[in-house]
């Protein structure tokens, strides 16, 4: 960079502020969905600071259910129109893409919110207090545990109703972590759904000091990788000179590079660009919770209030491989011979340990959460394949994994003991017996993780690993089926622990849920079983949505 | 001087920064060097908005100042209750959930 380094080389800023300004266009009507979900998290923020405390729980939970309902209806109102197919485009001076796979992960995710917050709402569980029923989120997040303000606090009734505009704000951010289109907005998106998650995650009822230590662990994991994603993003930016993916993928393919000086200068010096790529993937890799950055992941399922395990889970795993597809499709076209190895290896080791150390678990939160790294890897292998069948078989795999995943610990919401909810494995043994039902959605849900037939989770991992072996990666294929092979055995293990053991004299209760869950669940399942049974439908809306706009 | 001579400044203390985040076991010592990667970012972006002659990366720079405070108000709330409930912020002693 010799020639950079004389000053008459250095280009003025000030010659820039000689250009009229103009004013940005922002397109209202393509980010509607953005606009509404943020706006009404404004709202609910404002309800939090007016409303007396007795009727906010209701409010909130009547706002936050209709703002993603008509941000969902919004995003259909797009897809019928055209903006997934013909009139995909790029939004918002360039910040966002608005196309096929935009518009089918928002339309999962905020799916996946709604069920959420019916999960959120649950007030059944906790025994009454003197006044009013009570949810799974602490009564004063601000006391401490097992002070003298927590026991005024339980005994008052209060709830921490904050937990919707929160789950606003997380949906928000992961809205437009998918969409984002430049480095910026990217990490922007980034902060916006991860900070929100990390005050839910200390945010429990019972077993406040789990909690957390939960959320401390996320935060500082989480800011650490947040800062590797910026600094890559700034080396990036000195190789290209420009945030925007399709700037940089024209310097990537060296269509820019000979136009100025400067570029020719830092583009020549690919170290910029592969630290900068491969510090950003690490940051995303990160929020998909693929080893070896998966060592929060187990931690933090088990200790966040088992609600916001779900949504976390559930809609972290599908913003966070919508980014990851667009940055390594989009910007890093021209780079896949060098990413395509480095994937490789990731999903084979990611598969491989999150099927291995699950069999050793013995907590059933714990359990699920390297099920989800095992998830994170089969989920790789479809990135890996080519674009079109590989992003359409990812998009359907999410799609199909989130509400399986949703459903699952809405289950365990509902297997208590006096000491809150019963996660120890041991203590599910007999459950069959006591709570037919109950272990029967479970099961369903376990086979679906397992991925066996007539299950969304079959269908799903077909789709993958087809467009893997046929953009030529086989052997990962056969690594991902003997991992499944491993994955299965914990899943029926389980089953055979809930249907197959006597039931134990101080076993837990299946508490009796209201409709909120009882209808996450009766989801959970439908979506399951149709997604297993009638995929067509679905198989087509994905590979309609596989093209990103450029 | 050269700009480009910043940009291996701000790696330098990228990399103190990343160390410490490693080495340090308080919860708060741990922030503040999460800060400091992040202001290493920081003078990357101005230095390579300089280098470039365009002015992406220090609006950029106002962006991360703005979410580096956000973050400072979620990480001290969650480090202060964690400090208050176990009068403690040392990370090593956050291991109630070690296998």
Redesign the interface.
């Known amino acids: 960079?010799s020639a950079?380094?004389t000053a008459g080389t250095?280009?003025?800023?000030w010659t820039?502020a000689a250009e009229p300004l103009e004013a940005p266009k922002i397109e209202y009507g393509q980010l509607s969905p953005v606009i509404i979900v943020l706006g009404v998290a404004v709202l609910g923020i404002l309800l939090e600071a007016f409303l007396p405390r007795r009727v906010r729980y209701g409010a909130q939970l009547v706002v936050t259910a209709l703002g993603l309902v008509s941000a969902f209806a919004a995003v259909l109102g797009l897809a019928v129109t055209g903006h997934a197919t013909t009139k995909r485009a790029v939004v918002g001076m360039g910040a966002l893409a608005v196309d096929g796979p935009t518009l089918f992960l928002q339309g999962t995710i905020l799916l996946v919110g709604l069920v959420s917050v019916f999960v959120f709402a649950e007030r059944r569980l906790e025994p009454k207090s003197q006044t009013a029923h009570v949810d799974s989120f602490a009564a004063q997040?601000?006391a401490?545990?097992g002070g003298e303000g927590e026991r005024e606090a339980n005994a008052a009734g209060w709830t921490t109703t904050e937990v919707y505009p929160l789950l606003l704000f997380a949906v928000g951010g992961m809205l437009l972590f998918p969409a984002a289109n430049d480095?910026?907005t990217l990490?922007?998106a980034l902060?916006v759904f991860s900070?929100p998650l990390?005050?839910l995650c200390?945010l429990a009822r019972r077993r406040?000091?789990?909690s957390?230590?939960?959320?401390?662990?996320y935060?500082?994991l989480g800011?650490?990788s947040s800062?590797?994603l910026?600094?890559g993003?700034?080396?990036i930016?000195?190789y290209a000179?420009?945030?925007a993916y399709s700037g940089i993928a024209r310097v990537i393919g060296n269509a820019d590079r000979q136009t100025t000086a400067?570029?020719a200068e830092?583009a020549g010096s690919d170290a910029l660009l592969l630290i900068g790529g491969a510090l950003v993937v690490m940051g995303l890799l990160f929020k998909v919770g693929a080893v070896p950055f998966h060592m929060w992941t187990?931690?933090v399922y088990?200790?966040a209030p088992t609600p916001v395990t779900g949504f976390m889970a559930a809609a972290t795993k599908v913003a966070a491989f919508g980014a990851l597809l667009r940055l390594l499709y989009v910007a890093l076209e021209g780079l896949r011979w060098d990413w395509r190895p480095v994937m490789w290896g990731v999903a084979i080791v990611t598969m491989i340990a999150g099927a291995v150390i699950a069999i050793t678990q013995t907590d059933v939160k714990r359990l699920l959460a390297y099920s989800s790294i095992a998830h994170a890897g089969f989920l790789l292998a479809g990135v890996i394949a080519t674009e079109g069948r590989g992003v359409s078989s990812v998009l359907f795999y999410l799609g199909a994994y989130s509400f399986v995943t949703l459903g699952a610990f809405a289950v365990i919401t509902l297997v208590r003991d006096a000491g809150g909810e019963a996660t120890h494995l041991s203590k599910w043994a007999g459950l069959g017996r006591r709570s037919p039902l109950l272990a029967t959605a479970f099961s369903v849900f376990l086979l679906a993780f397992a991925g066996i037939p007539a299950t969304s989770g079959f269908i799903g991992k077909f789709a993958v690993f087809a467009a893997a072996a046929e953009g030529g990666a086989t052997p990962l294929v056969v690594v991902g089926v003997i991992a499944s092979a491993i994955a299965a055995f914990f899943y029926i293990r389980v089953m055979v622990l809930m249907f197959f053991s006597e039931p134990k004299a101080d076993g837990p209760t299946v508490a009796v849920p209201s409709v909120w869950t009882t209808s996450a669940i009766a989801i959970g399942v439908v979506v399951t079983l149709v997604l297993g049974v009638f995929p067509q439908y679905f198989l087509d809306l994905a590979s309609q949505a596989g093209v990103f706009v450029r | 001087m050269s700009p480009v001579n910043y940009v291996y400044l701000a790696a330098l203390l990228f990399t103190i920064g990343a160390a410490g985040v490693l080495i340090r076991r308080n919860a708060i010592v741990v922030f503040m060097c999460i800060e400091l990667m992040l202001n290493a970012a920081n003078l990357t972006l101005i230095a390579f908005s300089r280098i470039h002659g365009n002015l992406d990366g220090q609006i950029m720079a106002f962006f991360v100042m703005v979410v580096a405070a956000a973050e400072v108000v979620v990480g001290l709330a969650i480090i202060v209750m964690m400090y208050r409930s176990r009068h403690s912020a040392s990370v090593d002693d956050a291991s109630l959930m070690k296998l």
């Open positions: 960079m950079v380094a250095v280009p003025s800023l820039l997040p601000a401490v545990p480095l910026l990490f922007i902060e900070l990390y005050l200390a406040r000091l789990l957390q230590e939960s959320a401390v662990k935060f500082l800011a650490f800062a590797f910026l600094f993003a700034a080396l930016y000195g000179g420009t945030f400067v570029l830092t187990p931690d088990q200790g």
